[in-house]
């Protein structure tokens, strides 16, 4: 079997925009492939150095979130990227041959440099984002990497370091990954941008049901339909975005055509909503609720990753010390 490797950024609490848009995709895909997937933790550091406590949180969050949503450990390696110190050791080989010009050109470190402003983030391990990426695919000598399009820059780098690594030292230890870009569904938000932590719009898998309910309950909809006797128009309402991912064609249809004619009002709208939301969530819930029980059997799942993860890891670094001749026993 081919080798998948992906990682999630332990930056805040898993929502169903990262749900739907990733980690379904990921489930998808244990049973095709060797897949190795992990907590990208020294990640979420490069941005939020200053708070390392959220991100224990929001990394036993995501582990816990891996496995009600669907990932089977007996089908795939769950791990913490802190754990796989040859993560770091491979990291440092590889700034040694990655030019400055590379990093500086990637767009997604050209644009947070902009966008976030309340931290100062000018800093080495910010800048070199990419290359601990790198490190995370190329240790796996990973075949796929399922990211969303903002993450092929990344992997762009990574092919090139791939490639010149394998170019210096005469020796093809790292294939070149390549992205696999699974057609996402986009999820709207609450208030009808992007579901996204920063803009506060997000419902979360570990929302109670009641907070669920309210939340879609008091989304904005049809702006221009005042009435409930109004007609309505379904494209200039976030629910109705909504309904794309949740609801059924049939049901899709239906609403739309009661919307436009002013046979259903929006609370109608939003309660089949919250039932096919429900429907996604009610299984995770279950599952979350089981494995909180056990804490004992996520640790021991997460143990046995980091087990196997590393034995790879290990053997990698091997080829890559004796490659620069850099070993000494
Ligand atoms: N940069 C990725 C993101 O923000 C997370 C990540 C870190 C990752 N290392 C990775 C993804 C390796 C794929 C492979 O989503």
């Not at 040859?86 to 700034?95: K, P």
């Not at 057609?183 to 992007?194: A, C, S």
């Not at 904005?220 to 494209?235: M, N």
């Not at 629910?239 to 046979?263: M, W």
Request: hydrophobic share 35%; with cysteine; aromatic share 10%.
């Amino acid at each position: 079997m081919e080798r998948v490797l992906s990682g999630m950024q332990p930056s805040g609490y898993l929502h169903l925009g990262n749900l739907m848009g990733a980690l379904r995709n990921w489930v998808s895909l244990q049973d095709r492939y060797e897949c190795f997937y992990f907590v990208a933790d020294w990640h979420a550091l490069t941005t939020n150095y200053q708070n390392p406590s959220l991100i224990r949180q929001y990394t036993e969050d995501l582990l816990l979130n891996f496995l009600a949503a669907g990932l089977d450990p007996e089908k795939c390696t769950i791990f913490v990227q802190s754990r796989i110190l040859e993560h770091a050791e491979l990291h440092i080989l590889f700034s040694m041959i990655t030019p400055l010009g590379w990093l500086e050109r990637v767009p997604t470190y050209k644009e947070k440099k902009e966008e976030i402003k309340d931290r100062e983030i000018g800093t080495y391990g910010f800048l070199g984002y990419p290359v601990l990426q790198s490190a995370d695919i190329l240790i796996y000598r990973a075949r796929y990497v399922p990211v969303g399009v903002d993450q092929v820059p990344h992997l762009e780098i990574s092919r090139e370091i791939a490639r010149r690594f394998n170019y210096l030292y005469k020796r093809e230890v790292f294939p070149e990954p390549e992205p696999l870009l699974a057609e996402f569904p986009k999820v709207t938000g609450l208030d009808g941008r992007k579901m996204s932590k920063s803009y506060d719009n997000a419902i979360y898998l570990n929302d109670p049901p009641e907070l669920v309910e309210r939340k879609i309950l008091t989304m904005v909809t049809d702006t221009q339909r005042a009435r409930r006797s109004d007609p309505g128009e379904p494209e200039r309402s976030p629910v109705f975005q909504l309904h794309k991912v949740f609801s059924s064609e049939e049901e899709r249809r239906e609403i739309a055509e009661g919307c436009r004619t002013a046979g259903i009002g929006c609370i109608d709208c939003k309660r089949i909503l919250i039932k096919n939301v429900f429907k996604v969530l009610e299984p995770i819930w279950q599952k979350r609720q089981e494995l909180t029980k056990r804490p004992e059997i996520l640790k021991e799942i997460v143990n046995d990753g980091i087990n196997r993860a590393t034995r790879v890891a290990q053997e990698t670094m091997q080829i890559v010390r004796e490659t620069l001749g850099m070993y000494y026993p």
